[in-house]
């Protein structure tokens, strides 16, 4: 037979599972916002509120991005899916919980809505993790140790981390119980030599740095 009237090959199956069937995205913003003077999620940088930044950002990733907040009717013009904290000012770790609880994929993907600079390469490699481990949370190591956020949590992990919050509620802490699978610190430089990913803008000076460091980019 003529290899031009041949059936074309059938391409490969997909190693693993499309990532909208393992991963809900969680933006965390349930902090009272006191150093940047106004709510962090519709702070703005390039007329754009960190909170879609952050969503954008997610987006290749995940299933759905939920905001998770302690303010669902200030963040309705937002226009993103909203959870309001199952119980409210437990920072991170109880926007985490939230999360953890209504996610219906076996992984939730969290980061901060403070946190709109995160680099793709870096989410990239967190979910390649993740799809190869047994551990219960895959995050990245800085220069300032474990960084909570942004980080894989499997659903499974939700009982503990109530247990959890009933005497604590530092996220490093609770990693260091999880025993994630991490990201190493070399690894995370060549991915982000910048260091973007763990820019959280917490004060006004923050807010400018970021909006200069876009203007520099750009150029």
Not at 18 to 31: K, R, S, W, Y
Not at 53 to 60: F, G, N, S
Request: proline content about 10%; glycine content about 6%.
């Amino acid at each position: 037979m003529d290899a031009s009237c041949r059936a074309p090959l059938e391409p490969p199956a997909p190693s693993f599972p499309p990532c909208h069937t393992l991963f809900t995205g969680a933006i965390l913003a349930g902090g009272d916002s006191r150093r940047l003077g106004r709510d962090k999620a519709q702070a703005t940088l390039q007329a754009r509120p960190l909170a879609l930044w952050v969503a954008d950002a997610l987006k290749p990733w995940v299933a759905a991005s939920w905001l998770i907040t302690n303010q669902p009717l200030a963040h309705l013009s937002l226009g993103l899916p909203l959870l309001t904290d199952l119980i409210p000012w437990q920072g991170p770790l109880g926007g985490l919980a939230t999360a953890l609880f209504y996610a219906r994929t076996p992984w939730v993907l969290a980061t901060a809505v403070d946190n709109p600079l995160v680099a793709a390469p870096v989410l990239e490699a967190l979910i390649a993790a993740a799809r190869k481990t047994s551990r219960p949370a895959v995050v990245c190591r800085s220069h300032r140790g474990l960084e909570p956020f942004p980080g894989l949590y499997a659903t499974r992990l939700f009982s503990r981390l109530m247990e959890f919050l009933a005497h604590d509620r530092r996220p490093r802490l609770f990693l260091e119980q999880c025993r994630p699978a991490i990201l190493d610190e070399a690894l995370v430089y060549r991915l982000d030599p910048e260091g973007h990913t763990f820019f959280n803008l917490n004060t006004p000076q923050d807010l400018a740095q970021a909006r200069q460091a876009l203007a520099n980019s750009s150029e």
